[in-house]
């Protein structure tokens, strides 16, 4: 398993524990609720768009999480 699958598999757990619900899994990208896509990069970094738009870069599952959810 690489590490863009490892960094996926963290994210779907963090959003499961979390209450996040996962509309579509598209590979690459994961489509949220409320227009939300989080795009997962080789280098372990989470590109979090909204309708599209790449709103913030994170390196952390938890801070992704807690800002989505403040959303």
Do not use: H, W
């Not at 990069?41 to 913030?56: D, F, H, M, P, T």
Request: one cysteine or more; hydrophobic letters at 40%.
């Amino acid at each position: 398993m690489n590490e863009t699958s490892n960094s996926k598999e963290q994210l779907l757990q963090a959003f499961q524990e979390q209450s996040i619900v996962v509309l579509t899994d598209n590979g690459k990208f994961l489509e949220l609720e409320n227009d939300y896509s989080v795009e997962i990069e080789a280098n372990g970094i989470y590109k979090l768009r909204s309708e599209g738009l790449v709103v913030a870069p994170f390196a952390s599952v938890e801070e992704l999480c807690q800002f989505i959810k403040m959303g």
